[in-house]
C-alpha cells in the first residue's frame, strides 16, 4: 500500500527539453526529502505541447527526449516517478532505471493503474495525467470520486499550468481516497508540489473555473482582462 504520493504540477516548455527536465528533477529531489514513494508529472511533462506534426516531422526530437530521459532516471534513487514523456506517451522511473514506457492506456504497472481518461483498471493505486484544459477540468473532477468509489481505489490526478497555443491548464491537481472522498487539492493557476498522505485529509485549495466565455476581443488589451 502506498502512503505518500508527491504530485508536481508545472508548467513545462514546448520543445525546451533541458529546461523541463531540470525542473522535473527539481521536483524528484524534493519529493525523495519528503519521504514520498511515488512522484507523479502531467502528460507531456519532458517534452511541453507541440503540436503532432511537428513530432512526426523531426523525428531528432524523440532522441533529444530520451536523452534527457535517461539523465532524469538518474536521480530517482528511493522513488518511483511517473510522468507524461514525449507525444502523450507516459515514462516509469525506478532507481536509476526507466522500466516502461506506456502508450496504450490504461495500463497497469506493480498494481498502479496509469491513464490519461477516466478509463482504468482494477489496481491498488490509480494515476491519471491527464492535461485538461479550463473548460474540462470541473465536469473531470466531478467525475473522479465516482470512479475512485467503484473501484475502491485512491485516485491521484494531475494537471499541467500554463498556456500554449489555443490550450491553456489551470492545474488544480488532486487526489481521492478509496471512498471517492476529496482529501487534496493544488491551487489553480500556480505550479506546486503537492505531497499527499492517502491516509488523511490534507490540504484543500478551492477549485478556481472560469466559465466566462469571452466571444469577441477589442484591441484595447486592458477591457479584456
Same mark, same amino acid.
Given at each position: ?16 527539453? @533541458? ?23 502531467? +502528460? ?6 507541440? $503540436? ?10 524523440? +532522441? @533529444?527526449? @530520451?536523452?534527457? $530521459?535517461?539523465g532524469i532516471a538518474k536521480s530517482t +534513487? ?46 491498488? $493505486?490509480?494515476?491519471?495525467?491527464? +492535461?485538461t484544459m479550463n473548460k474540462d477540468v ?11 468509489? @467503484? ?75
Amino acid at each position: 500500500m502506498f502512503n505518500f504520493i508527491g504530485i508536481a504540477q508545472i508548467d513545462s516548455a514546448a520543445g525546451n527539453f @533541458e529546461y523541463n527536465a531540470k525542473k522535473i528533477i527539481e521536483y524528484i529531489k524534493i519529493s525523495q526529502e519528503s519521504n514520498a514513494e511515488i512522484v507523479v508529472f502531467p +502528460q507531456n511533462a519532458l517534452c511541453g505541447n507541440l $503540436l503532432e506534426n511537428v513530432f512526426l516531422r523531426h523525428p531528432y526530437l524523440k +532522441q @533529444e527526449c @530520451e536523452k534527457w $530521459l535517461n539523465g532524469i532516471a538518474k536521480s530517482t +534513487q528511493n522513488i518511483t516517478v511517473i510522468m507524461g514523456y514525449f507525444n502523450n506517451s507516459t515514462a516509469i522511473i525506478k532507481n536509476g532505471v526507466v522500466v516502461k514506457i506506456i502508450e496504450e492506456y490504461p495500463c497497469v504497472y506493480e498494481n498502479i493503474c496509469v491513464t490519461n481518461s477516466l478509463k482504468s483498471k482494477k489496481s491498488e $493505486l490509480i494515476i491519471n495525467l491527464k +492535461q485538461t484544459m479550463n473548460k474540462d477540468v470541473l465536469s473531470l473532477q466531478n467525475s473522479l470520486p465516482y470512479q475512485a468509489n @467503484e473501484y475502491k481505489t485512491p485516485i491521484i490526478y494531475v494537471n499541467s499550468v500554463g498556456a500554449t497555443d489555443n490550450m491553456s491548464y489551470i492545474g488544480s491537481s488532486c487526489a481521492y481516497n478509496q471512498d471517492g472522498q476529496l482529501i487534496a487539492r493544488a491551487k489553480s493557476f500556480e505550479e506546486e508540489l503537492l505531497i499527499v498522505n492517502l491516509s488523511k485529509s490534507n490540504e484543500i485549495n478551492s477549485l478556481t473555473v472560469c466559465d466566462k466565455k469571452q466571444d469577441e476581443f477589442s484591441l484595447d488589451y486592458e477591457a479584456d482582462l
